[in-house]
């Protein structure tokens, strides 16, 4: 059961869709302290109670322990005390005390939650504004819980099948012979590959909507020899707007009034990619359709996926503030700069990036109504991508396009994925990035994933390969670093054909992870889950923060510690252990209930098909259409009868609700396999 | 068997206390590369071959993996991709590979260490000279060639027996009333102390061997009133000199030619806290002499110990940089500041600290002849260090006195410890401290610690808790916190009974760590081994990368997850468990040797008694000298028959090799006891 609770005068996000009577008197569980200023919630956590949720975030599954702040950053350093990345998922599911609730703020604005920071045993939630909608939720279970949340915001976001391949990316290849290059990597190794990210640089000058000339000079035609490839090229688009006369974008948004202005009615002036930039205002929704219209433009060169970035949005500096900055440090030059006038020196740069005060400086124009950023400011990155998604819907009403963001607020799930942003190639990032995909899933964001071998900082071939083995299971499946950092394209290491087999395998399980994919949109489950939610009895269960639940049949266990040969695993229940080094590769052995240490060399990597469970495997391919799903291996641990619900379309199209889509595998104890729907399979059981 | 080798005509750093003939030739197992400007020194590295040492420094027991960089630096962030830390402690042994083997580069220039980075089987290592002593050792096992390696470096600082209580930090006790706060927010709740240590600001305008007079008005007098409460008061000590006109110290300095120069003769200028200072040159011998008789003025007025911080050098900035800078900041004021101009921008400002370029602005008068920075830069923390040390033998001959330093190389182990840094309050540092203690043991820095609850970022209680849980075992054990981050001290919690009763046991430990460490500094033995070096058959020991033994009976396994209540545990052999959560408040069981998980509430503190080994525990105590070590628990897991050899002194003399410091305790299968010393005692046992 939903329930929805209003203070104030809340700010319509459209995060929901469903419209729900306003409930009176207070939320429950909570004592609620409204002021004039905020609205706060109280709550004592019992010892043993578990806080689930938070979306995309730092630390762990549980996440007692620690203050976040809902505050859309620009952050590319996610150490374990940042208290906001890119996103604002304002829901959380309380488990393990009296009683079990979920609860979402629907509150754009600046939102700490200290789950047992300041006390271990005390939530407090504070919205800098006493105006919010906000939705409790009671359910049988946390999966139901989650259910009716996801219910209640929308289905979410479904890309095209060849999203589901293995993607390449870095900030750094600067023009079409770079990009063959890296497809040939690929391709001469028959390493599969999917796509290429085409980064800031194809742009001219980091101009939005434009490709640079010089480095590809007939882009359609280029488009056309990667597709002859299989490879799908995907451009980043940037939230602000080069402030240059002559550009198109820039001279028609300024015409029509649609960039974020300040106060006295000038456009806000930012500092990002190419120096002056305007934001378009995506909160209106004229200017959100103007916008979105312009991704047109690359469509008709070809293009089918694109990637927001910047949008929280990142700021490198406020013009206003800049100016002011180069007068302060004007200032200190002939002084002694000791400890106090050094930090004013550093704090003066410091503080030019993605200054919250500066979110005070701009304005949104909301149905006419002027709304000053920082009140809204977690809606950016959402509305942008929704502008795109928005668009698509006229633009492409056949036709999937891939489209993920990295700034998010709940209701963009409907609109696009997300990737988990600037990560880092640490071994604790390969942890964080298990550790963020549930709770990006109880929002609604499926389509997911972290850089695999990180984004920042250099990698080394063992970390990245382990990451794919983690990535391995993740929709969004994309290698990405940064420019100056060490390449990590597969290709460039000693273990060339171990990346290959490795890399093979995510074919080999493309079929289960497109069904399970699908499945979990359409029927608003999550992909990934915490051993706890379904092993409810389990009073180990959630202790563990190091495995999930990958769709209906599977857990994984990766190995995240360098030089480590293996790992320990809890089994909630007998399982099969799978040690896969290539698609046709692999071990089996029955585990019972309990804790294991398991052995896992650098090259193999660890699933375990549940009981009664069935996993489709596929013999690969080098990208998504090469996979033959007619011709699949049903790898199950019968222990009385093991079924399968198999979702199939072709991957492009949006007929997602034909019954036809639906088979259904069913594996008996001596292996007899029965097959029921709509197409013709060959399907070879292996009994685990 | 250690081998001397030569290469080129070295620098003489003092690390090694032996004079070894050289040998001819060029050093085994290595591929030697020697070119005019460097020397290279290439290794294959079978699969199974661990790479152990490099002392203080980021990643695993093991090292492979990565790429490390001898080069002394202020990093206070030291996550996973930072290749160099505060000191250079260049000796590696390895294990598991044709030979095993001991190397010590004995080069105070820059070295990287790429161990299985570029290619995960190929170590490299390069010296940026072609000048260096490199020792080769083989030995029978790993503990044997670290043995021989610390003989041949000189015995381990040792501080006095004080320095093992529980202590507490933090940059922003301002004066008397802070402290005075400090000590009775401890005496108050009868938690366990033993010392305050003092950061900057109790200097005058942050000028060395000063004290502020506003804020200490009469200091000797408040270091009375403080060890009336037993509480010893330790000040910071700074690498550089304030430039003022009217300081002694500075005025001395210049009137000497005691400081860093530039090329022209200058003094050199570098900023930190106290703005402009200069360095002292304490690689030249007379001015060591003179600043080491500096640290005087504060043992006249009470002082028994000291921490030398900022000595990498740190830089904040070189005058003559800043200069450069402000002039080219001002020249980017009126540009479009896009991506290269605005990186011209941020990389000026964020390439004026510790620029490495600016360690060869400046030079050391050695001997007479001058010496650029950059080819000695990893000497002069050791050396600031070792000023203090060669003083206080001069000063203090019969009492010890405490010091540790944060920069260090080898050789500075027989002046002082050192703590480990500015690390910050994350759970994976607590795992780092676990992980970098074995390998500053290898080169004989035995005194050492990490900043428990981190110093940077803001704590929780229960990582400070947790964090104590493995401090308990590190002879430094000190809560330090920066100004601006959360207040950590224990006292300020909610569960103030539980750190009470944890941070006693400390003190209940105190006879066995201080013996321990005793026996260790005297027979050249490590205090922290981790498991692969004592159980060398056993194949699984070098996975364990989270447990370390200490001293001679003991195991410990820390827990390091935020919300764990428990972990995963290997015995290479059976054992007593002891589930501590007070001196007189714990369970017991045996183990048996394998994988286990085990339990471990927040509150509970998990250790492990070796087979016929013994645990020696007091009642514990306020401070050091309250603890009564005459009448003690001995804990014994007896199989046959148990031993401890028991080393006891005063604690603060030097006489050290007396063999009345040494009893004796065996417990045999049936609970009988028997104690042979110069001392009484009464022994309880306790059969585990």
């Known amino acids: 059961m939903i329930t929805k609770y209003t203070y104030g005068n809340p700010f319509q996000t459209d995060a929901v869709v469903q419209k729900l009577e306003v409930q009176n008197g207070n939320v429950p569980y909570f004592t609620v302290v409204k ?13 043993e109670e578990k806080v689930y949720g938070l979306g995309e975030n730092v630390r762990g599954i549980n996440k007692r322990g620690w203050i976040y702040k809902s505050c859309c950053a620009d952050e590319p350093n996610h150490v374990e005390d940042r208290t906001s990345l890119y996103a604002s998922h304002n829901f959380l599911v309380l488990d393990g005390g009296k009683e079990q609730f979920g609860v979402f703020f629907d509150y754009p604005g600046i939102i700490t939650f200290d789950v047992g920071y300041t006390h271990l045993n005390e939530l407090k939630i504070t919205l800098s504004e006493p105006d ?19 219910q209640l915001i929308g289905r979410s976001y479904i890309p095209p099948k060849w999203a589901f391949g293995y993607q390449q990316s870095r900030w750094g290849y600067m023009n079409e012979d770079d990009i063959r290059e890296v497809v040939k990597g690929h ?16 742009m001219e000058r980091f101009k939005d909507f434009t490709v640079n000339q010089e480095r590809f000079p007939d882009f359609p035609e280029f488009v056309k020899e ?9 451009p980043i688009i940037d939230a602000g707007v080069k402030v240059e006369e002559g550009y198109d974008v820039y001279e028609e948004g300024i015409e029509k009034g649609y960039f974020c202005k300040k106060e006295n009615g000038e456009y806000f002036v930012a500092g990002v990619w190419p120096g002056k930039v305007h934001f378009p205002d995506v909160l209106n929704k004229e200017a959100r359709e103007w916008f979105g219209n312009k991704y047109q433009v690359l469509l008709d060169q070809g293009i089918e996926g694109f990637w927001n970035d910047m949008n929280e949005p990142s700021i490198f500096f406020a013009q206003d503030r800049m100016d ?4 302060k440090i004007a200032e200190l030059k002939d002084k002694n700069l000791d400890l106090d006038t050094f930090q004013q020196f550093t704090g ?42 928005e668009a698509f819907e006229r633009l492409s009403p056949e036709k999937r396009i891939l489209m993920f963001s990295r700034s998010s607020y709940i209701g963009m799930h409907r609109y696009g994925g997300i990737w988990t942003g600037d990560n880092k190639s640490w071994w604790n990032h390969l942890l964080l990035n298990l550790r963020m995909m549930p709770s990006l899933n109880m929002v609604g964001i499926l389509y997911t994933g972290a850089d695999i071998g990180g984004f920042g900082a250099d990698a080394t071939e063992d970390l990245v390969m382990r990451w794919i083995q ?12 940064a420019m100056g950092t060490r390449k990590q394209e597969v290709y460039r290491f000693d273990h060339v054909e171990e990346f290959r087999k490795i890399i093979n395998i995510r074919y080999g399980l493309l079929a289960y992870i497109y069904s399970e994919y699908m499945k979990s949109a359409l029927n608003s489950e999550m992909y990934f889950k915490p051993l706890s939610f379904v092993y409810t009895d389990d009073e180990f269960a959630s202790q563990v923060e190091d495995q999930l639940l990958v769709g209906d049949s599977l857990m994984i266990a990766p190995v995240y510690n360098q030089n480590a040969k293996g790992r320990y695993v809890y089994l909630p229940e007998e399982m099969a252990m799978l040690r896969f080094r ?3 590769d692999y071990d089996t052995e029955i585990l019972p209930a309990g804790h294991h240490y398991v052995e896992a060399g650098l090259f193999e990597m660890l699933v375990f098909v549940r009981p009664d469970k069935i996993l489709v495997l596929t013999d690969g391919g080098e990208y998504a259409d090469e996979v033959d799903c007619d011709h699949v291996k049903a790898l199950a641990f019968v222990k009385t009868k093991a079924e399968y619900v198999w979702y199939e379309d072709d991957g492009m199209g949006k007929d997602y609700e034909n019954p036809d889509n639906y088979g259904r595998i069913t594996i008996e104890k001596g292996g007899n396999c029965v097959y029921t729907g709509s197409r013709e399979k060959k399907i070879e059981v292996k009994l685990l």
């Not at 990667?226 to 090229?233: D, V």
């Not at 002011?324 to 007068?327: K, Y």
């Open 470 to 481: 983690l990535a391995m299971f993740s929709p969004l499946m994309r290698n990405h670093s």
């Open 132 to 150: 919010a909608d906000v939705y409790v939720m009671t359910g049988e279970s946390i999966l139901d819980i989650v259910k009716q949340f996801r």
């Open 187 to 202: 391709r001469e190794k028959k390493i599969p590959l999917e796509s290429i990210y085409m980064d800031i640089d194809y």
């Open 35 to 47: 002021t004039e200023e905020q609205l706060q919630f109280e709550y004592t956590l019992e010892n």
């Open 324 to 327: 002011e900055t180069f007068d």
């Open 582 to 584: 290539g698609v046709d």
């Open 348 to 389: 003066l740069v410091g503080s030019l990036a993605n200054n919250t005060d500066d979110f005070k400086k701009f304005y949104h124009n909301v149905d006419g109504k002027m709304m000053r950023h920082d009140k809204v400011h977690n809606l950016f990155g959402y509305n942008m991508t929704r502008a795109a998604g």
């Open 226 to 234: 990667m597709k002859a490839q299989h490879i799908h090229l995907v």
